[in-house]
């Protein structure tokens, strides 16, 4: 069984401030790793990817991967009131049938 | 910019009673997808599609669930007989050069 651990939060930070949210994964094999973001009543929205170790950087957001300690990460610079949702981590593993496996996600409150 | 279509947006229906729930993937997409929500819960898989059929399915996808692709836009979850508990959000996705794109989903109330 595959994991994606997230901690469910709340997390709250002020409007500017840095926001980080972390992902932890469970199988060495995967080889995709994607941001959502989920607005209350709303759907996932794809807002980051990342394939490679490092950093990848997006506007205000960067994903960070360290594959050798299966950690994922998603830095929200500039934090504002309309980053506010929950946000998801997933991982793609084109070896199980494609299947994309999703963690719990964190919610984030962006305190203007 | 392409998107997956889901239709209805809101479905209610009595317990026992069946409901298909329509979604139209993005046209060149190859993996199709059917994910639910109860709401202040976790996005659970139900069941991935590829070349006209399952790929894989969760246990919440028991014999009561089915899914089809009757044309070749179209790709369709049916509950035979709805119970209380089936009360969610329904996502359609579909993914193409590995990346995982939601519809809007589909309410559905069983009462």
């Known amino acids: 069984q595959k994991e994606v651990e997230q901690n469910s939060g709340p997390l709250s930070v002020p409007e500017g401030a840095i926001a980080s949210l972390n992902c932890t994964y469970s199988?060495?094999?995967?080889?995709?790793f994607f941001w959502y973001r989920q607005y209350s009543g709303k759907s996932p929205e794809l807002i980051m990817f990342?394939?490679?170790?490092g950093d990848k950087e997006d506007g205000r957001f960067t994903a960070q991967l360290n594959k050798a300690s299966q950690y994922v990460s998603l830095l929200i610079r500039d934090s504002q009131p309309s980053d506010s949702a929950t946000y998801l981590c997933?991982?793609?593993?084109?070896?199980?049938?494609?299947?994309?496996?999703f963690g719990t996600g964190t919610s984030l409150t962006v305190i203007p | 910019e392409p998107e997956v279509t889901q239709t209805p947006s809101h479905q209610v229906t009595q317990m026992g009673q069946e409901v298909i729930l329509r979604c139209v993937p993005i046209?060149?997409?190859?993996?199709f997808y059917w994910y639910r929500q109860i709401l202040g819960q976790k996005v659970e898989f139900l069941v991935s599609?590829?070349?006209?059929?399952?790929?894989?399915k969760s246990e919440i996808f028991d014999d009561q669930f089915s899914v089809e692709r009757p044309d070749g836009s179209n790709f369709t979850l049916k509950i035979r007989s709805t119970k209380l508990e089936d009360s969610a959000m329904y996502f359609c996705?579909?993914?193409?050069?590995?990346?995982?794109?939601f519809g809007s989903g589909t309410q559905l109330s069983v009462l």
């Open positions: 997933a991982v793609w593993d084109s070896n199980t049938g494609n299947q994309f496996y």
């Open positions: 199988d060495r094999g995967s080889q995709s």
């Open positions: 990342i394939y490679s170790n």
């Open positions: 046209s060149n997409h190859l993996y």
């Open positions: 599609f590829y070349n006209n059929e399952i790929s894989e």
């Open positions: 996705a579909s993914a193409g050069y590995e990346k995982l794109f």
